[in-house]
């Protein structure tokens, strides 16, 4: 007979829900207001994450080393199928067609949960030393870092596989390696970025000097306006013309900013930035729960700076200061699998704090066990 454990809700940190949910809410309401079909599918969403939110929670993910190096080499192993049977959609290979309920999978979303559980592996089985981690143990962690970066990379995916760079060699810089190599890679990047742009596809270049030389887009021309016209406090639904006439494009999507900026203003605007500040902050203050608890300190990272990327590069390109990409505003744009994504991370988190009690969590707990 299963019995409910009053210590888990004592480590239960309920405050990362409660700056999360008034987001979320924020986000069904604009997009119901100007879709009502798409309204009741960010519903459908929110069900099923806070379901596999739950059971996600109730996994033992600390004590089952096995099951996250299964998991890193099946997202690898799924990204190498993209390759060969994946579906191509605006000239690009990212989906996994799933046979007979015609529905598609993305392997480049789950690889972010593998990937950030794979660095919390390996750091908790070998923390760093006083003067940071050595050549020896970056190389081994930049392999782990740089497979899925390439896979996705090839798909091609710009926006998601410089993510997945950005959030893992900055868990890196956070938990500690030897500045020397910093300073190592900081200078060969220097001189191989004539290499890696001409390597890039012709759209990717094209992005970048449309960026540098040029007018803002028409995207982000309508995207700017809109932004400006709510002024202080913001439009009446009726007044916010630049949405309701579809002057600016997947206003519920990747430019759902702007259309939160037309609605409530800059009273609004900052508002919203403040939720995101407190929940990053909140986020990376979990890290200090525990000092010794490196697999704590990892995901929370790792979490806080996906969070931060995505909200940093997602609006800085609706209002001209970034390349166009398709970078979703978290727990904000119309997406199943981006909010879904962000859940099971959340839940993880969850998972750590609230079974604390239960596994008392060391150095040495994987020692015996490696990929």
Not at 141 to 165: A, Y
Request: glycine share 8%; aromatic share 18%; hydrophobic share 55%.
């Amino acid at each position: 007979m299963f019995g409910f454990n009053k210590k888990i809700l004592a480590y239960f940190d309920f405050a990362l829900l409660l700056l999360t949910i008034p987001i979320i809410l924020l986000s069904w309401h604009l997009i119901n207001e100007n879709n009502s079909f798409l309204g009741d599918k960010v519903l459908v969403y929110m069900f099923i994450g806070f379901l596999v939110f739950v059971v996600v929670f109730l996994i033992p993910i600390q004590q089952m080393p096995w099951l996250i190096i299964s998991f890193y080499w099946l997202n690898i192993l799924l990204l190498v199928a993209v390759e060969f049977f994946g579906s191509t959609r605006l000239g690009a290979k990212r989906w996994l067609e799933i046979p007979f309920v015609y529905f598609t999978f993305q392997p480049s979303e789950t690889i972010k949960i593998a990937l950030i559980l794979m660095l919390a592996y390996l750091i908790s089985k070998n923390p760093p030393k006083k003067n940071g981690y050595g050549v020896l143990q970056f190389l081994k962690f930049s392999f782990f870092i740089l497979l899925p970066f390439i896979l996705v990379l090839k798909q091609p995916d710009l926006g998601t596989s410089l993510v997945l760079l950005l959030m893992s060699y900055g868990v890196l810089f956070l938990i500690g390696v030897n500045y020397k190599i910093w300073l190592i890679l900081l200078v060969a990047i220097g001189f191989l970025s004539p290499i890696l742009y001409t390597n890039l596809h012709d759209y990717q270049k094209k992005r970048i000097v449309d960026f540098i030389s040029k007018e803002p887009d028409y995207q982000v021309q309508q995207s700017i306006i809109a932004i400006g016209s709510g002024g202080i406090s913001g439009k009446d639904k009726q007044e916010a013309t630049q949405a309701m006439y579809q002057f600016l494009p997947i206003a519920t999507s990747d430019f759902i900013f702007p259309y939160f900026a037309e609605r409530f203003g800059f009273i609004g605007v900052v508002g919203l930035f403040i939720l995101y500040g407190m929940l990053i902050f909140h986020i990376f203050s979990l890290s200090r729960e525990d000092e010794k608890d490196d697999f704590l300190k990892v995901v929370s990272y790792c979490v806080g700076l996906l969070i931060f990327i995505y909200s940093g590069v997602n609006i800085a390109m609706t209002i001209g200061l970034a390349p166009v990409v398709g970078i979703p505003l978290p727990f904000f744009s119309y997406g199943g699998t981006s909010f879904i994504t962000f859940m099971i991370l959340f839940a993880i988190l969850e998972n750590i704090l609230a079974f604390k009690y239960k596994f008392v969590y060391n150095h040495s707990s994987f020692s015996n066990q490696g990929p």
